[in-house]
């Protein structure tokens, strides 16, 4: 039977980083099932919003989904913008029946 170099400090060593590795191992492990318990999760609610946007928008592409709030947020605008018109209307309307029937 060959000889062995080592020494018990050595084998007492080895058994350190071997149960250190072991946990290392285990950690990594409870990782994985939580990283892969997220994902399933994440791809879940992915594809219920998905489907909550093809009924609500009628697509589920994010690109054309910008498009569609960029068209949203200027339509809003310009009703902003009419409604400024018409508030500014009626004051103009209001200091002109107060100048000609003024106190």
Aim: net charge negative; no cysteine.
């Amino acid at each position: 039977m060959p000889k062995t170099t080592m020494s018990p400090v050595d084998d007492q060593s080895l058994e350190k980083e071997l149960a250190g590795l072991k946990a290392d191992y285990a950690k990594l492990r409870d990782e994985k099932v939580r990283a892969e318990q997220d994902l399933a999760n994440l791809a879940a609610q992915l594809a219920e919003l998905e489907t909550k946007a093809l009924a609500d928008y009628g697509t589920a592409d994010p690109d054309e989904l910008a498009r569609l709030l960029e068209a949203k947020r200027q339509e809003n605008a310009a009703l902003v913008a009419g409604y400024r018109d018409h508030i500014q209307a009626v004051r103009q309307e209001l200091d002109a029946i107060d100048r000609e029937f003024g106190d």
